[in-house]
């Protein structure tokens, strides 16, 4: 079935780090690709998506790119903030006709940086 | 904006008592969901629907059923609950919007359930 691998359970950096968060995917099909975040207290929210090979989505300053070649979805941001110390979750997401929207989480990662 | 809300907030059951969890969207969207969150799992779906009176099992349906009377509420329910469904349990609604061919979803705040 389909399914999300993130590699990381947590990430610790310092301000102005470069992140890298992976994700890679198993799917069968063309499945749209999706960032989630979630701040303590709270739900996760929709931070971009991707639902073509190489196109890059972002947001907030975090991108990136649809690559069905090496079935990846690496999150990065080039310079962290102590706001951005958050559980992040990758996803993949059915098509239209395709068990209706319905969402696979990958693990999350954690995200904690120091100021 | 996008309106998910929860209810209860937190609850504290015993084992072998009946537990509902309630949802309530205000987007008008016809497909609701039901995740339960657990540390090194990340989110599972439990139930879903695609519009009033209809559910459907999602990967870790055992134990839960679904209710959806309405477009807006969707409940989850607990018949007989065990210390191994206390988590973290978010309701979400979602829809194609349009031209879109995915479904964004938006989430609610969360209940954090306790089974003694």
């Known amino acids: 079935g389909d399914s999300v691998t993130q590699t990381e359970g947590q990430v610790a950096l310092s301000e102005e780090d470069f992140l890298t968060i992976h994700c890679n995917y198993s799917a069968s099909g063309y499945p749209a690709l999706f960032w989630y975040v979630q701040y303590p207290g709270e739900g996760p929210q929709f931070l971009f998506r991707a639902s073509r090979d190489k196109e890059k989505g972002s947001s907030r300053g975090f991108e990136a790119t649809y690559d069905k070649g090496t079935t990846s979805f690496h999150l990065r941001k080039a310079s962290v903030q102590e706001s951005d110390s958050a559980v992040y979750y990758c996803?993949?997401?059915?098509?239209?006709?395709?068990?209706?929207?319905?969402?696979?989480f990958g693990a999350g990662t954690q995200l904690i940086v120091i100021p | 904006e996008a309106a998910v809300t929860q209810s209860p907030r937190n609850k504290v059951a015993v084992t072998g008592g009946k537990v509902t969890l309630s949802c309530n969207q205000t987007n008008n969207h016809n497909n609701m969901y039901w995740y339960r969150q657990d540390t090194g799992h990340g989110l599972r779906l439990i139930h879903y629907s695609y519009g009033a009176g209809s559910t459907e099992k999602g990967d870790i349906p055992d134990g839960y059923k679904a209710s959806r009377p309405s477009q807006e509420n969707f409940s989850l329910i607990l018949e007989l609950a065990t210390p191994s469904q206390t988590s973290v349990y978010f309701c979400?609604?979602?829809?194609?919007?349009?031209?879109?061919?995915?479904?964004?979803?938006?989430f609610g705040p969360g209940t954090r359930l306790t089974v003694l």
């Open positions: 996803a993949l997401g059915g098509r239209r006709g395709s068990a209706l929207g319905r969402l696979h």
């Open positions: 979400a609604s979602g829809d194609w919007g349009g031209a879109l061919n995915y479904a964004e979803q938006f």
